[in-house]
């Protein structure tokens, strides 16, 4: 028998009526108070609006070991992924079973009342073996539990008083029972949800297009946009890209709402906790694919599940989940026919051309702004991506100075921003070490301690000039490596970091000691002075080593912007 959904009667939530929740905010202001994390937060979420359900509130012990250890509650039902709270040590200590305490956002709103249940320490290196199926740290969920999550975990029933807030595509957002009371007001009684958090393309299309087909159901797009894998492409780009595929389905078959789960990357159990989070959305199907919210590969280079585990682990489940699992099927472009074809149905793949452009080379022709062609996505959503990922020669990017005092790396920025603004295109900031200590850093030293900060801010700023498009050059001492290792991730994840390492000898620095600091350095009149009694780590791996001895400083600018147009950047 096919399954349908011939009630989508509502499911039940956590939270309390609008009169009791006014009431409750106004008592649970005396609570000990938890502010929440953004992961916590997704979590909280879709406890309250029966996007968990059965789940009543956050694991306790008893429930979270048994989940661990079986995939299911200590009932017996089937629930693959331990929803916990973890809090701090400090938070943890003045909490006891039996109190009540308020769940709040990051601006300080009370989200929900938490009864505790129990308060108890994981064996969190049994937790990653058990559901991400190793404790390595390569896999995002155990780095996480590991590095970012609590020592300590709080159980207990939620009271819903509010949802979170979200400002960016409300009406793109909605509850289970919204999306049931959709489906039964439409007349949709099977439905296949497809979760994705990366931008669909034509293979995408189809591939959804024939599962609906063939399950003879609605489609509806469910993408996450609560916290997805390191490294995605953000949610507002993939929103706008959803919307343009919405488009190309025949009117009225497909939807699409938006989904704030926290993602977990754990694959097989992910797979089975998606279809649970979708079937309490009201939906009777669910495409699993190969390597389903696969992590990525492990600390020795391997994948972390076979690439069927997945669907294997579904289909022993479905039946008591109540959502039935379609094969994703693997799509690929026909040249000769012009058409894209299910890999394992096409006979005569002698005879014809396959074409295919993987993840990676998709990300390189973005990046390099080369072509990508129309039988692989659709222009809309090639524009949106071009948007948001243009060409490295659009982008925004840090050039970083780092050397001695009087090594010349002041003046080798100034003449490199000039020659900059001389070509013109984009903005320009300088962040000299003297400019910063003025403007931004006044109140500092030079003890260790202080020089690091200096050098934060530096990098926060640098950070936020490049995500914006603009070019950021710095020129500060920065003498430890660790910090401009630190830098360098802050701007990476926006843009290209151009380590450059003003390599003048201290002898030199010395005899040219253009401001007297190094004489008054060795009278000991100045303290903790770089180079004589403050240390510098020069850099091993810096893009770009200039000598400044017996070189003119324009022609030191000239091997810098020959550098920056060997990476692309102008
Ligand atoms: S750091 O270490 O990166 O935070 O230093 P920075 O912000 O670049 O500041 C270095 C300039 O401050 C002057 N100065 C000193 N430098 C090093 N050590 C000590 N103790 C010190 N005291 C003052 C000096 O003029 C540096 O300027 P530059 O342009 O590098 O010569």
New binding site residues.
């Given amino acids: 028998t096919l399954p349908m959904n011939s009630n989508l009667t509502p499911i039940q939530e956590l939270y309390v009526s609008q009169d009791s929740a006014q009431k409750l905010k106004i008592d649970a202001g005396d609570l000990p108070s938890w502010d929440l994390t953004p992961r916590q937060i997704c979590d909280l979420e879709l406890l309250m609006n029966g996007g968990f359900s059965p789940l009543k509130g956050f694991l306790g012990q008893e429930d979270y070991t048994s989940v661990v250890e079986n995939m299911r509650l200590a009932d017996g039902t089937l629930w693959p992924m331990p929803i916990t709270l973890d809090v701090s040590e400090a938070f943890a200590e003045g909490i006891e079973a039996g109190q009540d305490i308020a769940l709040r956002d990051q601006e300080g709103v009370i989200l929900a009342i938490l009864s505790i249940s129990d308060a108890y320490r994981p064996n969190k290196a049994r937790e990653a073996e058990m559901v991400f199926g190793a404790d390595d740290l390569a896999h995002p969920a155990v780095n996480y539990l590991h590095n970012t999550a609590g020592p300590v975990y709080l159980g207990g029933a939620i009271t819903g008083i509010q949802p979170p807030t979200h400002y960016d595509f409300r009406a793109r957002r909605d509850t289970p029972n919204e999306m049931r009371a959709y489906f039964r007001k439409l007349g949709w009684r099977r439905i296949v949800a497809f979760q994705t958090r990366n931008p669909l393309h034509r293979a995408h299309q189809e591939l959804t297009f024939r599962a609906a087909r063939e399950a003879q159901a609605n489609l509806l797009l469910h993408p996450v946009v609560g916290m997805t894998k390191p490294g995605d492409v953000d949610h507002f780009t993939r929103v706008r890209c959803y919307e343009a595929v919405l488009d190309k389905y025949p009117q009225a078959t497909t939807s699409m709402s938006l989904l704030n789960l926290a993602m977990r990357m754990a694959g097989p159990r992910e797979a089975v906790w998606h279809g649970l989070i979708r079937a309490n959305h009201g939906c009777t199907h669910f495409i699993v694919g190969r390597d389903h919210a696969g992590p990525g590969k492990n600390s020795a280079g391997e994948d972390f599940y076979g690439p069927y585990d997945a669907q294997d682990l579904f289909r022993t489940h479905q039946e008591e989940m109540g959502i039935e699992m379609v094969d994703f099927k693997h799509m690929v472009y026909v040249q000769e026919r012009a058409q894209y074809e299910p890999s394992d149905e096409i006979t005569d793949k002698d005879d014809v051309t396959i074409l295919n452009i993987s993840g990676t080379e998709l990300r390189r022709r973005l990046r390099e702004g080369l072509e990508i062609p129309e039988w692989f996505s659709f222009p809309e959503v090639v524009n949106e991506l071009r948007r948001t990922s243009p060409p490295r020669s659009q982008q925004g990017f840090t050039v970083f100075f ?6 010349g ?2 003046t080798i920025a100034n003449a490199m921003m000039v020659k900059l603004m001389e070509m013109g295109g984009r903005p320009v900031t300088l962040l ?3 400019i ?2 003025k403007n931004l ?1 006044s109140e ?3 003890s260790k301690e ?3 900060l ?2 934060r801010r ?1 990098g926060y700023v640098a950070s936020e000039i490049t995500k914006n498009g603009g070019i950021a050059i710095c ?6 490596t660790a910090t401009r290792r630190a830098v360098r991730e802050d701007i990476e994840q926006f843009g290209a970091f151009v380590e450059v390492h003003v390599a003048t000898a201290l002898e030199e620095c010395e005899r040219r000691d ?2 007297g ?1 190094y004489k008054l ?1 060795r009278e000991g009149k ?9 240390p510098y780590e020069a850099p091993t791996a810096a893009e770009l080593v200039v000598d400044t001895e017996g070189y003119e400083v324009d022609n030191c600018a000239q091997q810098v912007l020959l550098k920056l147009e060997s990476m692309g950047l102008i």
């Fill in positions: 780092t050397g001695l005092s009087g090594s790396k002041s000299d070490g003297d910063v200590r850093s500092l030293g030079f202080h020089r690091d200096n050098i530096i020129a500060p001492i920065a003498p430890y253009r401001k600091l350095a100045i303290k903790e002075f770089t180079g004589i009694s403050d």
